[in-house]
């Protein structure tokens, strides 16, 4: 498969060594209550992703692709949350504290779960991370060499945060990488601006960038 369109030129993939990996699509993002809003952040500007986020995994589940949730999360416990995570800044409340979707980042908490338009169905994998990157600490690169995967597409949140920070990781472990540009959003538009940017800079130094469309338009051609 081609995206044509792809930024800073056309992307190949096989469906079959290609996963789509939606990082940290979770309450605690996306809703209010949650970390991203105790961070001091307006967390209603990524709900607008999540239509074209959905449909694009609806399409990848149709086309048979390996689909991947990240969640950033951490033990109840918080003995893989370093201190200088947690006591970084003044938020309104740090990880660990009771907030109205339960205890803040913490795993297995209401507001720690995917958002209901994304929830991950049987079959998926859902890692846990207790970083920003999705390798760090989760066994996630032995998990795609198992699947043969060599290819990965990106949506999900922040982008300049998680989502950058995955792809950088990724693009070290030898992937080749490509960010859904209607499927990522920041608390800050400038940031998801600038992340577009210098990831497909100087001959896709981290990756590719495409808008959504036209993976449904490769996945279409080939169906
Ligand atoms: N604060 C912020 O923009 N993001 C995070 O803390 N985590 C993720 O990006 N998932």
Not at 4 to 29: C, G, H, W
Request: glycine share 10%; net charge negative.
């Amino acid at each position: 498969m081609r995206i044509e369109e792809a930024n800073p030129f056309a992307y190949e993939f096989e469906l079959k060594s290609t996963a789509l990996v939606l990082i940290d699509m979770q309450r605690d993002f996306i809703e209010p209550g949650g970390f991203g809003e105790t961070l001091g952040n307006d967390v209603s500007l990524l709900e607008a992703i999540v239509p074209a986020t959905k449909a694009a995994l609806a399409a990848w589940r149709q086309a048979g692709g390996l689909v991947v949730h990240t969640r950033e999360a951490h033990k109840a416990d918080l003995s893989d949350c370093p201190p200088a995570k947690r006591n970084r800044s003044n938020p309104t409340l740090r990880i660990g504290d009771e907030g109205p979707m339960g205890r803040i980042l913490v795993a297995g908490e209401p507001g720690n779960q995917i958002i209901d338009a994304l929830a991950p169905v049987e079959g998926e994998l859902v890692i846990d991370k207790p970083g920003k990157g999705m390798f760090y600490a989760t066994g996630l690169h032995e998990l795609l060499q198992q699947r043969g995967i060599t290819h990965l597409l990106f949506g999900g949140v922040t982008t300049e945060v998680c989502v950058q920070t995955s792809m950088r990781e990724a693009n070290d472990r030898g992937y080749d990488g490509l960010l859904l540009e209607d499927c990522t959003e920041s608390y800050f538009p400038a940031f998801k601006a600038a992340t577009l940017d210098m990831i497909r800079a100087q001959g896709a130094i981290v990756g590719w960038t495409a808008p959504s469309a036209a993976l449904l338009a490769a996945l279409n051609h080939t169906a």
